[in-house]
């Protein structure tokens, strides 16, 4: 999919793939982006390389006071799996930014541009991601926000309903109008860390503004004669390499 946004031989389909994209990053936006690019140089030598959300010296993009000590003063023994605490900077769109400065043929403004009509004007809710909805019912309720703009009407959407989530269309108008810094140093990024501070969490500016992309080499196994390609550690990319690895010695069609 990320590929094929920054291909110029493919206009309408980069379009739909980076709406496509953008509007499931709805339900990760914390995470940052992971993903992996060939490229070939004007004497047709191709390059693979890996782009992960990172922090310089930290893991991907937490609050520089997330400390095991500040932890271990809040009485918690181990990381929370959920809540203000469990949030890092959001890397998606510094991902986007990298990856079209280096590759792209069209500016960040097109790119995102069908997903802003997308999340301005809805999509159908497809099956997964309704149960998925459903099963995390009471955790999107718990929290008044979340459920105004997760839950309308007070439910989660059913497959095939139409969901729309104009909040978020008017950040990628931002981002679309501003780029990265929109997300990095300007209103974004104050919208988040001031609702993250009344919520006791630890993001502040200077997180925001750190945050940036690294390129990085990635690891790779031949499976059946394919080369699969996955990030390398702190993700777990590796795991699926290693799932690949074992499956080899089946007969799967057995």
Sequence with gaps: VVVAVFDSGFPNLAHEAFATMTIAAERDFVRGLDTVRESSDAHGTNTLSALGGFAPGRLIGPAYAATPEEFAKRGLKEMPGNGPLSVDVPGVVEGWHQLLTRFGTISMARAVAPAIHYARDGFPVAELMANEWKDNEKRLAADSATAQTFLPSGKPPAHGEIFANPRLARSLELVAKEGRGAFYTGAIAHAIVADMKARNGLLEMR?????????VEPISTNYRGYDVLEMPPS???????E???????FDVKA
């Design 243 to 249: 799932m690949l690895n074992l499956m080899e010695g």
């Design 235 to 241: 993700t777990q990319g590796f795991v699926a390499l």
């Design 207 to 215: 997180d925001f503004a750190d945050h940036k992309a690294d390129w």
